[in-house]
């Protein structure tokens, strides 16, 4: 049997398993965002603060232990510069009594009280070049020394380092001192440098075990501690917690595989436990203080948290698809219900009404389909049956509307004209209305250009001229570019007839007429049709404009009753409003009238319309 891919397999799961994967799916995800946001943001901090924790301890430390060595570097500097033991050092400052007198009254005095003031430092010494200067525990002779190798590597380094920290040696056996052969620092400060050959030196001995006692003596935790470790992975000093065997294992191979001269935190393994190190240099020693902590004692208060969340995370994940599974169901009665009624509507029966019992969104849903139902049989019944068709035989009608009283007039003339024998009048008016015959009866086409449209209006105007005793003029101002474009026909003829019809209704002077057209941005033209007539007075126009702001829908009257209750007072025009119809259905909202007059002062009519296309 051939296994269909994973899509197919879904197609044919029903839509209550679809409906609840998807809420598991909905569910799972965002719940699954937020375990994995709280486990980063409040479980894993946890153990983060442990290690913060232990970070932050070592940086106390270092900061300590750095004190002391800024206190141990002042007291040198006290001692180094204290100006009668600067000249009890110079070969010959004092003569021998001079420096006798001087070295029981005021220097044995001052070194005996320092030592017994500062034994946490160690011992201390001198080695001067004044050889006149009985040796004791403080001075021993530069001659004695100068050609050991740590002696010519002092007075190499102190040129350049001030002062200058030897690195931890075996205490020296000097006469007079006590060898304990512990691991020391040495500090030297250079005495008499200014003097040429007289320079002597300032030894202090600082005890490892017992400079570091109180950084190792703090334990990070029950099985952790601080080391003292050289940089070349030397341990100097080790807390108690660890045993022998264990320290020996760390210097011979963890600790010289770590970068002790930087700050720094990472893991290692010590006989098979793992720790987290970190690591805070002491520079002027060359030693680091290394903090051991166990993984184990790490992880364990976050652990226990961390299983708690996880299984709340279970039990709340199946709780959801509990519910998600039980919502499914109920939510796919009301599912089934509607797709019924909708397969109803589908067919043709918009009277259907699903029934509704509830306020949640399926419900709502129904509701809709109801009233869409209800809307799409009222479209149906009103505005396609009765509206669409209303509009097309209003359209219809404007276009073969004449006037009959112009008619009528213009062949009464003509018969006038026939009785005085005025032929060639006759022929031109026969001619002119013939024109106009054809033009308003033509069907071939809905749109014309421009220029047929104007020719349209000379023949009019010339019959009207025959009835006013040549009172009217037409003027053209129209670019040779826009003679072709297209508009409907019988579009600017009416506009033409009202500027008679109204303009010369008590005007007793010559009616100029004139038509105009020009680009407009966005690919406009805009068609003006202007007179010197008598105007429309402020009250009028308003009304007029209010009636033209109105959409085409907004009519009370059919346009075809509207025109034929007002052709009496309009000498049977087109009219503004059928103009304003007819641009609104040939062109929709892109197309817009304007208009401006004023009593005694003419009238303006406008028309915004899309450049049509040319012939």
Not at 26 to 32: A, D, G, N
Not at 190 to 208: R, V
Not at 369 to 381: F, K
Not at 550 to 565: F, G, L, N, T, Y
């Amino acid at each position: 049997m051939r296994l269909l891919p994973l899509p197919g397999r879904f197609r044919r799961f029903s839509f209550k398993s679809k409906l609840f994967l998807s809420y598991i799916l909905i569910v799972l995800i965002p719940v699954s965002i937020s375990a994995v946001w709280i486990y980063n943001e409040v479980i894993v901090p946890m153990r983060g603060e442990r290690i913060q924790s232990v970070d932050q301890t070592m940086s106390q430390l270092q900061t300590a232990v750095n004190k002391e060595v800024d206190d141990i570097e002042k007291t040198g500097y006290l001692i180094s510069t204290n100006i009668v033991l600067k000249k009890a050092l110079l070969k010959r400052y004092y003569d021998q009594s001079e420096l006798i007198d001087v070295m029981n009254t005021s220097i044995q005095s001052l070194l005996s009280w320092f030592a017994s003031t500062h034994q946490d430092i160690g011992e201390f010494r001198f080695f001067t070049v004044n050889e006149t200067l009985p040796e004791s525990d403080f001075f021993l002779p530069v001659s004695r020394y100068s050609g050991e190798i740590w002696f010519r590597t002092l007075q190499e380094r102190i040129k350049t380092t001030y002062p200058y920290w030897e690195s931890w040696h075996v205490q020296r056996d000097y006469p007079y001192g006590k060898k304990s052969n512990d691991p020391v620092y040495s500090l030297f400060y250079p005495i008499n440098e200014d003097f040429a050959g007289e320079t002597s030196y300032l030894e202090l001995e600082i005890d490892i075990d017992r400079f570091f006692s109180k950084s190792i003596s703090m334990a990070l935790s029950p099985s952790g501690g601080v080391f003292a470790v050289d940089w070349s992975g030397q341990l100097l000093s080790v807390p108690r917690e660890f045993d022998e065997s264990t320290t020996q294992q760390a210097s011979r191979d963890a600790f010289r595989r770590i970068d002790l001269s930087v700050a720094g935190q990472g893991n290692m393994e010590l006989n098979g436990v793992s720790y987290r190190y970190a690591v805070q240099p002491i520079d002027r020693l060359h030693t680091s203080l290394v903090g051991l902590l166990p993984h184990s004692e790490i992880n364990r208060p976050w652990a226990k948290t961390r299983d708690a969340f996880l299984l709340l995370i279970l039990l709340l994940t199946v709780l959801l698809a509990i519910l998600s599974f039980a919502l499914a169901g109920l939510l796919i009665k009301k599912i089934v219900r509607i797709v019924g009624n909708v397969r109803k509507i589908q067919n043709g029966n918009f009277k259907v009404r699903i029934p509704v019992k509830g306020e949640d969104e399926i419900d709502l849903l129904a509701v809709n389909i109801n009233s869409m139902a209800g809307q799409i049989d009222d479209l149906v019944n009103r505005v396609y049956k009765s509206q669409v068709s209303q509009k097309e035989a209003e359209l219809k009608a404007l276009q073969a509307q004449i006037n009959p009283h112009f008619l009528f007039n213009t062949l009464e003339t003509l018969r006038m004209m026939a009785e005085t024998e005025d032929q060639e009048k006759l022929s031109d008016a026969i001619a002119a209305l013939g024109n106009i015959m054809r033009y308003n009866i033509y069907n071939g086409q809905e749109a014309i250009a421009l220029e047929t449209e104007l020719e349209h209006i000379q023949d009019y105007l010339h019959i009207q001229n025959l009835l006013l005793n040549q009172r009217v003029s037409l003027e053209c101002a129209i670019p040779e570019s826009l003679m072709a474009f297209r508009i409907p026909n019988l579009l600017l003829q009416p506009l033409v007839e009202n500027c008679i019809v109204h303009g010369m209704r008590g005007f007793s002077g010559r009616l100029t007429i004139r038509i105009s057209a020009e680009d407009l941005p966005d690919h406009l033209i805009r068609y003006e049709v202007r007179d010197n007539g008598m105007g429309i007075s402020p009250e009028r126009l308003d009304a007029l404009r209010d009636r033209l702001s109105r959409e085409p829908d907004q009519k009370p009257v059919p346009i075809v009753a509207r025109e034929a209750a007002s052709a009496g007072s309009r000498s049977g025009s087109i009219g503004l409003a059928n103009v304003r119809d007819r641009i609104h259905y040939c062109y929709g909202s892109s197309a817009g009238m304007e208009i401006d007059a004023s009593p005694g002062g003419g009238t303006i009519v406008a028309l915004i319309l899309p450049a049509n296309f040319i012939l």
